[in-house]
């Protein structure tokens, strides 16, 4: 079964640091989401992406964060200067369109400490 | 917005059935999901029901859909320990709409 593979599975960086989480969609979806989920919390929406730029984004997603994809496989998140509140399971998820009855399919995550 | 609520822990016997409940605020959604949450791991898609529904099956799981009280439950008959887990109330507004909402998520433990 197609899958959406995340790298790092952990990621600990310093604060103020500049991190790049990075995801592979499933090749024939076109639409891609970042999640986070602080620990013990919910999982929150960040962004959505389609046709190379950004859909919707929430209030988390400031000019702090950004997405990219710089080919045609992969799908990145950047935070350019961390702080220890962005300490979360961040989830990355594809999905072939909208409205789908099949929901989106997410990666295991990236668990991004800031110490 | 859309806000979707769950109780934060459940806690059944092997055996016996699980109900977890989740309640939402967007009566538009369309779609309303379960994902369910095994330590360390993603979200994975359990089920999904269509607004239009009542209940759907799917082998040891039951979802039932009350849209006039924006209520969802999961049932999962015959609970084994694999079971265990987080499980998410999720739901997507219109067609047009591109995220899918969760709730708190439910922790489902397993009693022998």
């Known amino acids: 079964e197609p899958e959406v593979t995340q790298t790092p599975s952990h990621q600990v960086t310093q604060m103020g640091q500049e991190v790049i989480l990075r995801c592979v969609p499933i090749?024939?979806?076109?639409?891609f989401y970042w999640y986070r989920q602080i620990l013990g919390q919910k999982v929150e929406f960040l962004v959505s992406?389609?046709?190379?730029?950004?859909?919707?984004k929430s209030e988390i997603f400031d000019d702090q964060f950004s997405v990219e994809r710089p080919d045609g496989s992969n799908f990145t998140l950047k935070i350019r200067s961390t702080k220890l509140e962005d300490s979360a399971m961040y989830f990355c998820?594809?999905?072939?369109?909208?409205?789908?009855?099949?929901?989106?399919?997410f990666g295991s995550g990236t668990r991004l400490t800031v110490v | 917005g859309e806000d979707v609520e769950q109780s934060l822990f459940l806690s059944v016997r092997e055996g016996d059935s699980s109900v977890i409940n989740c309640t939402y605020t967007?009566?538009?959604?369309?779609?309303l999901y379960w994902y369910k949450q095994e330590p360390g791991a993603g979200l994975q898609l359990l089920t999904y029901?269509?607004?239009?529904?009542d209940m759907k099956q799917d082998q040891r799981l039951t979802v039932l859909l009350n849209k006039k009280d924006k209520h969802l439950s999961l049932r999962i008959a015959d609970t084994q320990t694999g079971d265990s887990a987080i499980y998410f109330c999720?739901?997507?507004?219109?067609?047009?709409?591109?995220?899918?909402?969760f709730g708190s998520g439910t922790r489902l433990s397993i009693r022998p």
């Open positions: 967007d009566s538009s959604s369309t779609y």
């Open positions: 992406f389609y046709n190379n730029e950004i859909s919707e």
């Open positions: 999720a739901g997507l507004g219109d067609s047009s709409a591109s995220k899918i909402i």
């Open positions: 029901i269509f607004s239009n529904m």
């Open positions: 998820a594809s999905s072939e369109a909208r409205g789908l009855s099949y929901g989106y399919t």
């Open positions: 090749s024939n979806h076109l639409y």
